[in-house]
């Protein structure tokens, strides 16, 4: 079966939201910084009146920040009554992936494989799938950064 999936990237790497998750896609506005947030929250924005925290993908997945530029984009994504933005580098297409060709993460990914559903590979582009709940989870239950 075939699903669908918006294709973007974070730091020159392909990775993948299933598009059932996710709510909207809008271009960057500055979020504003709240006090005793994680290093990966940039802060929340006020999108039509509700307001949405924003999880910077690079610094979540301890990659060199980069500054915002004209191909950001805040993908916002709904996962039961949550919501949240992830800050990206840029968002490439949307694409029909067929679940069997859908490989499980492996241990040498460059991200966590919590946070990975699979890989899938599209010509020489191999995309990350990843899990919003996940992400979401761990942005509600903040992970412990070692000193």
């Known amino acids: 079966m075939d699903k669908q999936y918006v294709v973007f990237t974070v730091a020159n790497q392909h990775l993948g939201l299933d598009i059932v998750n996710i709510q909207e896609i809008t271009r960057y506005m500055a979020p504003t910084r709240m006090p005793e947030m994680p290093e990966y929250v940039e802060g929340i924005i006020n999108l039509r009146g509700k307001i949405i925290p924003v999880i910077n993908l690079r610094t979540f997945f301890n990659m060199e920040k980069e500054k915002v530029t004209a191909e950001s984009r805040i993908i916002v994504v709904s996962i039961d009554d949550s919501q949240v933005g992830f800050l990206v580098d840029a968002v490439a297409q949307v694409t029909r992936i067929n679940e069997s060709e ?12 919590e946070y990975i559903v699979g890989l899938a590979k599209q010509g020489e582009k191999i995309i990350l799938l990843l899990d919003p709940a996940r992400l979401l989870q761990d942005k509600i239950n903040p992970r412990k950064t070692a000193v």
């Open 102 to 113: 859908i490989e499980k993460a492996g241990e040498d990914s460059t991200y966590s494989s």
